[in-house]
């Protein structure tokens, strides 16, 4: 079940208060013009997040630069979205970031779990993916 999407972050449209609403449509409005000409992308939010993703890996990457240009957004990465169980999460964090990390000497694994029933909790989960 593993799925690659970008991550998108954006900074203070969370403090708009009543108006945050009209100010997620906008954000999301501005991302599909920017991806519209690429290709078909699903696009959705979920805690101040905003998930792009689509079948073709290719086509992601090719997205990246365009959001990168989207006013409001202030960081984007490139995530997995993978079983809930940590046998799924090693397994990712093996095959797909692992070889990345080949001559680092140093990194952070960084976890925020939203499902507050996973049985290990942020800490636990960034030591177990650090190791």
Do not use: H, W
Request: glycine share 6%; proline share 3%.
């Amino acid at each position: 079940m593993e799925k690659r999407s970008i991550l998108l972050k954006y900074g203070e449209l969370i403090l708009k208060g009543a108006n945050k609403s009209y100010f997620d449509a906008v954000l999301l409005k501005q991302i599909r013009r920017k991806l519209k000409p690429l290709g078909e992308f699903r696009v959705f939010t979920s805690q101040s997040t905003v998930f792009v993703e689509c079948e073709d890996d290719a086509l992601l990457e090719r997205a990246l630069p365009e959001m990168e240009k989207v006013f409001g957004i202030v960081s984007l990465s490139i995530a997995y979205r993978v079983e809930k169980n940590m046998d799924a999460i090693l397994k990712t964090v093996a095959e797909k970031i692992a070889p990345d990390l080949i001559g680092v000497k140093s990194f952070k694994a960084d976890a925020r779990r939203s499902d507050k029933k996973f049985a290990l909790k942020s800490p636990e989960i960034c030591r177990e993916v650090g190791g």
